[in-house]
């Protein structure tokens, strides 16, 4: 196919007079193709997906009842703009009854459509040429990319084994302190499962303070806390004078298509964040920011939501722990981050996580999600289909049947 005439006028940042012309294949896509690989080769066997990273279950009936009710309002018709005052002083309600968080529901509440937007608007808001935004890695690169589009750059802290999973920032030279604006982290965090501790929290706080950055920390799968109750930044002392917190009804309420979420924290983050929202989009539609409303007034759909991934959890840990994986249970998340098999006992090598889940695909029709941003990790999601209980252990005794077949080496 030749070139459009304008195929020299794309943006560098997103790969100039080249763009649209790349060979690479990224990592879902290649397990997308196994996937379709498997089915044709082996139409027999079922599919074991550990890969979905999205909940398998609908919103609550009480809240889609409440949707319903609210697609019949004509005040729900219009413009939102930066979002109604029901949804906001829901949210304030919910972080005063969940954290113990006192936030003022007119200044220090923005919503967003989705957590996902407000990591990608927020760079816009701190990120001139030069400066460097702070992301671990693996993680949600969004931050990072719209840190990148406004001539910024990105340093990576790697999340590793042996430093527990937690960043070391006593590893940052003095002249990347200099140039930092931001700090994103993500607790609980995708896909490691860890959450963070209050000491770390304070740690963040004082470094905060002492370089003068900003902290956004990415609470999107924070009501999936199973190690204790959930903590949400803002109740560290301090946390409230350097930064937001993003929050999300996608996992912890079954949410995710609805595309509703919100940021608070410190006053003017979050001025300058609804500023540039405001310059982006007109809101999310009335009726589903009242029906979110609904739901964080109800206590028990997280608490249901998480019972069950905590249930699903428990017993991959168990299963795979039985085939030969190191791993135990997560602090929160739906997510399950092992050590990747170094290979077969066949003598066959996996040269790293790609290759170890690529061979569960083809092989044996069981789908997990590589990472090797810091050693070679799968990730095994809690999200598959399943219809009760039985379902569920149903699929463990199939996926465990066919792990303990190919005599994995660790
Ligand atoms: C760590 C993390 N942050 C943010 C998001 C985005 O969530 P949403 O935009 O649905 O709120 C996700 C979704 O996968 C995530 O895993």
Redesign the pocket.
Known sequence: MSDPYFQTLFAERIGGANYGKGTEIYKFEKIKRAKRRALAEFPQRSLVDFGI?ENDAMAAESVRARMVHELGLPENRGYMDNGNTAFKEAVARFMHRNFDVELDPMTQVNHCI????A?AMLPACFINPGDVTLMTVP??P?AGTHTRYYGGSVYRLPLLAENDFYPDFKSIPADIWEKTKLLVI?YPN?PTGKTATREFYEQVIELAKKHSFVVVQ?A??IMLTYDGPPMSFLQVPGALDVGVE?H?L??GFDM?GW?I?WVCGHERVVRAFADVKDNSDSGQFGAIQNAAAAALDDDSIPHRVREKYRRRLEKLVEMLTRCGFKCEMPGGTYFLYTPAPKGLATGEKFENAEAASQYFITQHSIVTVPWDDAGPFLRFSVTYEAADEAAEDQLMAVAEERLKQCRLVF
Do not use: F, T
């Open positions: 990273g989705g957590s996902k937007p990591l993680g949600y969004v993500n995708s990415d999107a799968h993003i999300s996608s996992k995710i595309r979420g």
